[in-house]
T-cell receptor, first 109, second 114 residues
Framework: DAKTTQPNSMESNEEEPVHLPCNHSTISGTDYIHWYRQLPSQGPEYVIHGLTSNVNNRMASLAIAEDRKSSTLILHRATLRDAAVYYCIPSNTGNQFYFGTGTSLTVIP | DTEVTQTPKHLVMGMTNKKSLKCEQHMGHRAMYWYKQKAKKPPELMFVYSYEKLSINESVPSRFSPECPNSSLLNLHLHALQPEDSALYLC?????????????FGPGTRLTVL
């Protein structure tokens, strides 16, 4: 299983962009990179995922390094509702998710 | 309907009790998952069901017994639990077990073992 390394915590000012990094240097060629976030007392919520190319959706953008050993989740304008723990998860065969410790994002008004 | 529901929301049980957690989805998903989450820790995968068959058991103690009676329903039967089993139990589902599939998570059942 690919191991991930993320900063324990990050802070952002409201309405500023946020770049959340993830290192997954042991990822295999067929593992998708998923990003989820979890608000207190809730189940994890899907944010975005990709394989090789950069991806955009209404919530965020995902920038994947050319060698796929790292990725960055970009929230274009942080809001207070974006305060959560963010997990990057390489999904292996069988779509098994092994969560790392994640990054706790604090948004400052 | 893109929702995974879990019942009950909260459960308190003694070490000699038998109880069950229930998870349901009506998205036509054929893969379902159980995770355990201790306070301030990330979720840990317990079981994976694919097309109603158990495909992954992450060395979970036998006091946890999963069951998938049909493609929409996933149960977790609990018996002779220990206080250290107190946690948030999360259910998730996905279209199938392809690595490109998003997992949809339920809100969880918060279990307290006395």
């Amino acid at each position: 299983d690919a191991k991930t390394t993320q900063p324990n915590s990050m802070e952002s000012n409201e309405e500023e962009p946020v770049h959340l990094p993830c290192n997954h240097s042991t990822i295999s060629g067929t593992d998708y990179i998923h990003w989820y976030r979890q608000l207190p007392s809730q189940g994890p919520e899907y944010v975005i995922h990709g394989l090789t190319s950069n991806v955009n959706n209404r919530m965020a953008s995902l920038a994947i390094a050319e060698d796929r050993k790292s990725s960055t989740l970009i929230l274009h304008r942080a809001t207070l509702r974006d305060a959560a723990v963010y997990y990057c998860i390489p999904s292996n065969t069988g779509n098994q998710f092994y969560f790392g410790t994640g990054t706790s994002l604090t948004v400052i008004p | 309907d893109t929702e995974v529901t879990q019942t009950p929301k909260h459960l308190v049980m003694g070490m000699t009790n038998k109880k069950s957690l229930k998870c349901e989805q009506h998205m036509g998903h054929r893969a379902m998952y159980w995770y355990k989450q201790k306070a301030k820790k990330p979720p840990e995968l317990m079981f994976v069901y694919s097309y109603e068959k158990l495909s992954i058991n992450e060395s979970v103690p036998s006091r946890f017994s999963p069951e998938c009676p049909n493609s929409s329903l996933l149960n977790l039967h609990l018996h002779a639990l220990q206080p250290e089993d107190s946690a948030l139990y999360l259910c998730a589902s996905s279209q199938d077990t392809g690595t490109y599939n998003e997992q949809f998570f339920g809100p969880g059942t918060r279990l307290t073992v006395l």
